[in-house]
Structures are given as structure tokens and as C-alpha cells.
């Protein structure tokens, strides 16, 4: 097993010596207001997986610094992203875990039983982010388009990696639709459907589930 983050390699063989890995790994990505938290968070609690949620980290930093997220995002430091993505390998390397993140599936890689990738419209991004912060739609819409652009120029300058590139997910979701019920309900369907099919390697998991 491997991570996809070629510049994490040296970190993952220190971990490797480290921890042995126990239960699952999964790992949910997706564009801000996705509503990649919401599934899971729904996933890990539905699997008694812990939850971690790396852009926790950001949004601490960028209060700390009195910044917006996406002033933050523009301006943060490359080592920043690095130590995030360190910490989340770790996590990812022990198990037990649900990693809610942008780039967790590529960080995780081969580590992760199961790699979720929300794939939601930005228009409909646009208008969640606009009612959770309370601002306009049209501010959303350019906030939200910046940070995409800063994040994905900023994962390509660091670890060679197009955000945007969804070829190693192995579960692709558009929630436009769904209902708060459905937002929970569905991703925890689709895992454990994933798990089942997956079968064989992944038995002792998903007999569990």
C-alpha cells in the first residue's frame, strides 16, 4: 500500500514502521460546499469510524490570523499543507478513520478501503455556501470559484496533483438532489454496497458492517 502523494513517500515509510493498520480507511473529497462533510459524517458514525475533518485545521488557522478562508487560502504557506497531509497519512496508515478533506483520497491512496469524491455542481455549491455563511449568492459564486483556483494551482505547484482529477475514486456522488435524510443516508449505503462488492481482502471489515 502507498500513498499517490509522491512527496509524502519518505514520511509514509517512517509511519509504516510505526503503525500496524486497524479497521477501515476512508476518505471523502470534494469541492467547498459539496456537502462532503455531511456524508462524512454520516459514514463515520454509521461505521463507529473516528472523524477527522482537515480543513478544521485551515479554518482555525485563518481565524488565528484574522483572515477569511479564502484569503487564507491565497496566502498560506506550502508547509502548512504539508504538516495537514502528514497527519492525515498518519490517521489514514492506522485506520479506524473517515479523512474529510480535499485531497485525503490522494493522500491516503492505497491506504484507504474506500475513496469518495462529491462531485456537486458549483452553481448549487454556490448557493449552500451563500446561505450557511449569509451572503450573496454572487459573493459565494466568487469566493468559491477563487478558492477552487487557489487550492488546485497551489496542489499542482506542490505535489504535481490536479484537484479536479476524479480517476481514483471509487465512488463518485452528486447530492443536488438529495434530501438532508438522503445526504446522510445514501453515502452509508454506497460504502457498504462498495465494501460488499469489494469482498475477498476486505472480508474481516465488512462483515461488520
Known amino acids: 500500500m502507498k500513498t499517490y502523494v509522491k ?13 500496524e493498520k486497524k479497521g477501515l480507511t476512508i476518505t471523502v473529497s470534494g469541492p ?4 462532503k462533510s455531511t ?3 454520516a459514514i463515520a458514525k454509521a461505521l463507529k469510524l473516528r472523524y ?11 481565524k488565528e490570523r484574522k483572515m477569511s478562508l479564502e484569503e487564507f487560502s491565497e496566502k498560506r504557506e ?6 495537514a497531509d502528514k497527519k492525515t497519512l498518519e490517521l489514514a496508515i492506522k485506520g479506524g478513520v473517515v479523512l474529510d478533506g480535499r485531497l485525503t483520497g490522494w493522500v491516503a491512496g492505497d491506504w484507504a478501503d474506500v475513496k469518495i469524491y462529491y462531485d456537486t455542481p458549483l452553481e448549487v455549491r454556490a448557493e449552500r455556501v451563500a446561505k450557511r455563511d449569509k451572503k450573496s449568492k454572487e459573493e459565494a459564486l466568487e469566493d468559491i470559484r477563487k478558492r477552487d483556483e487557489e487550492d488546485n494551482r497551489k496542489y499542482k505547484e506542490i505535489y504535481k496533483i490536479d484537484l479536479f482529477n476524479k ?3 471509487d465512488i463518485i456522488i452528486d447530492n443536488s438532489n438529495f ?4 445526504a ?3 453515502p452509508v449505503k454506497l460504502v457498504r454496497e462498495f465494501l460488499k462488492v469489494k469482498g475477498g481482502k476486505n472480508k474481516s471489515n465488512s462483515d461488520k458492517l
Open 32 to 35: 467547498a460546499g459539496s456537502g
Open 184 to 186: 446522510k443516508s445514501i
Open 7 to 19: 512527496l509524502l513517500e519518505k514520511y509514509e515509510r517512517d509511519l509504516k514502521k510505526k503503525f
Open 179 to 182: 434530501s438532508l435524510k438522503d
Open 78 to 83: 506550502k508547509e502548512v499543507d504539508l504538516e
Open 52 to 62: 477527522f475533518y482537515v480543513g478544521e485545521i485551515f479554518r482555525k488557522m485563518a
Open 167 to 169: 480517476s481514483i475514486y
Open 39 to 41: 456524508g462524512a459524517k
